[in-house]
């Protein structure tokens, strides 16, 4: 396969084949509608993939690979330590799928990407347990889950910023928060399958067989996504953003030798959205599973209705956010999770009916902070750094954010009182009142962030 280099570039915009591609649609423009289904497709396949093995770190890894640990605590904590690795492996497979793009195209990137993520999924679902192969299950738990993280490295595709390369300068919070939907879709989607079979299987099958299904279909909606995604990478608007350099792939040293304090600033933003993300999702499943308040199976149902609350509030953070601009909706949203993280511990230790309050109020305050938590600060990266700048800061975001979220909410809340989650996302809410503060204060300086 063929490179064609962009004389305007320093390197390879795109293969050959993709420029054949955008020959033979350039007559068939694509419109934003179509962009942001296809982003939504994406990122749902992404979370997915992410939610099947969330979901399966509490309600089967404990039992399968982790049977030798003293208490059903100890195991479930075993098993939130494999849990980061994905988030750790990320921003290596960023690195590597950055110079596969920069050789190779986005096309190749996205496939082999979508093909490694899918498959490190599905490869679970043939895992043997502990008793069968002992402590290889867990090596191999733990391989397949550092395929994941390294796989969604180079599932940055660049479409979100396309959508909002094609936003009204007066919607820009509006077409920040699509991309946000597939969030809670995926979710929703694990919750559903997991939540079936819990449902309506014995105990013991359940752990045979029964959680292996919805790693299945974690290949199949990859494929799915693969195709919505290479259909947009091949239109002619995507070729022309790159051509421009509004998409392409930079070296990431050469990228942090000019937006070093960009990126770490962007990565501390969302802390809140992002601590609050799994302590509604994957977190309060594991405590009820322990401790008690209603059967799994009717949480995550619960947990369903909550994600289409928290859709709700995604949506409405688009509309805010135009009305307030999205640094304001951001801080909104911190100081909104600060004021939940001192109810939050009451409502979860409160029995069945104040823990559906947790999910139902939870993911409608989650929703309006991580609607516009996506390159919150990508406006501070020029055109030439801003693809590989937003990639880098969005997998630094997610590791110290929520890669241990569910370890270190559960090893506190069951050593000291589930209290201690309060502090958890209070501090995740300080931390994003902080950066958004310095971000303030930096541009109100005329600090050039935003610069080649």
Known sequence: M???????????????????????????????????LGVIIGRMSEF?????????????????????????????????????LAFMARPVGSFVFMWIDRNYGRGTKLTIALFLLGGSTASIAFL????????????????FRMGQGFALGGAWDGLASLLNLNAPPNRRGWYAMIPQLGAPIGFA????????????????????????????????????????????????????????????????????????????????????????????TIFPLSWVTLYGGQSAAEFLFVQVLGAAVGIIGI?????????????????????????????????????????????????????????????????????????TGAALTSDLAWLVGAGFAPLVALGLASSFGIIFIGGYLISGAICTIAALSLSRVLDQSGEPGGQR
């Open 2 to 36: 063929t490179t064609v280099v962009n004389p305007a570039s320093t390197g390879p915009t795109s293969s050959g084949l993709e420029r054949d591609a955008r020959r033979i649609h350039d007559d068939k423009p694509i419109s934003p509608g179509s962009i942001a």
């Open 48 to 84: 997915f993939d992410f939610f099947v093995y969330g979901l399966g770190s509490v309600l089967v890894f404990p039992k399968l690979i982790f049977p030798f640990a003293p208490t059903p605590v100890a195991a479930t904590l075993m098993s939130f330590a494999i849990f980061p």
């Open 128 to 143: 043997p347990g502990y008793d069968t192969i002992g402590y290889w299950a867990v090596a191999l738990l733990a391989l």
């Open 189 to 280: 989607l694990a919750s559903i399958l997991f939540g079936y079979f819990v449902a309506n299987l014995s105990e013991a099958d359940f752990i045979s067989w029964g959680w292996r299904y919805p790693f299945f279909v974690a290949f199949a909606i990859n494929v799915v996504a693969l195709f919505a995604r290479l259909r947009i990478v091949a239109s002619k608007e995507f070729g022309s953003a790159l051509e421009a350099n509004e998409l392409q792939a930079r070296p990431i040293f050469e990228m942090l030798s000019k937006h070093a304090h960009d990126v770490v600033l962007g990565a501390f933003v969302p802390l809140a959205s992002f601590a609050m993300f799994h302590l509604v």
């Open 315 to 387: 949506i409405l953070s688009g509309l805010i956010a135009d009305r307030i601009g999205r640094r304001n909706q951001l801080m909104i949203g911190a100081i909104i999770i600060a004021i939940f993280s001192f109810s939050a511990p009451f409502l979860l230790d409160a029995g069945g009916k104040g823990q559906d309050a947790f999910i139902i109020i939870g993911f409608g305050i989650l929703g309006l902070s991580f609607g516009q938590a996506s390159g919150a600060v990508s406006s501070r990266f020029g055109q030439y750094y801003r693809y």
